[in-house]
């Protein structure tokens, strides 16, 4: 049997804070802006395994209000989540996700970033796709407001 999630983040971008997106710090003027470390691609990442395997949000595992979750990093939040989709007898076949943001540029930290992902979920590099898209300078993402990240995760059991 399969399955097929899809998360969907957006973080805003902010002065003083880092900018992790795929578990990898990027240089960056400014950084996302959240209760954990805001990592706009983790967390959609998350919420596509969620759910895929039928259960909650990421909010309903890490809640924003919780002080435990305050600037964690969120490949620990994955991991986590790794760990209830396979107590019930999911296994990752693939995820794809695209990042949307004019700036920073995500394609130079492609590579590092599968490869945290990977390490971080236990799979092979090649079941992670990960793309970028601006959007043409429209919207809040055009305007460098923010960065959002949608994903897509197929599982079987």
């Known amino acids: 049997m399969n399955r097929v999630g899809i998360g969907f983040d957006v973080h805003k971008l902010v002065e003083g804070r880092k900018c992790i997106i795929g578990g ?8 996302l802006l959240g209760h954990s470390d805001a990592d706009v691609l983790t967390h959609s990442i998350c919420d596509a395994l969620l759910g895929a395997a039928g259960l909650g ?9 919780d002080p435990k979750f305050k600037n964690i990093d969120s490949q620990i939040l994955l991991k986590q989540v790794n760990e209830e989709i396979s107590k019930l007898g ?4 693939n995820i794809d996700s695209i990042v949307m943001a004019e700036k920073p540029k995500i394609n130079p930290h492609r590579s590092e970033m599968k490869a945290v992902l990977s390490k971080t979920l236990g799979i092979e590099e090649t079941k992670i796709g990960i793309k970028a898209t601006t959007t043409e300078k429209l919207g809040f993402t055009g305007r460098e407001e923010g960065i959002a990240a949608q994903s897509v995760a197929l599982l079987s059991a």
Not at 90 to 93: M, S
């Open 57 to 65: 949000d990421i909010g309903t595992y890490f809640p924003d209000n």
């Open 90 to 93: 999911f296994k990752i076949e």
């Open 24 to 31: 990898v710090e990027i240089p960056h003027s400014k950084g």
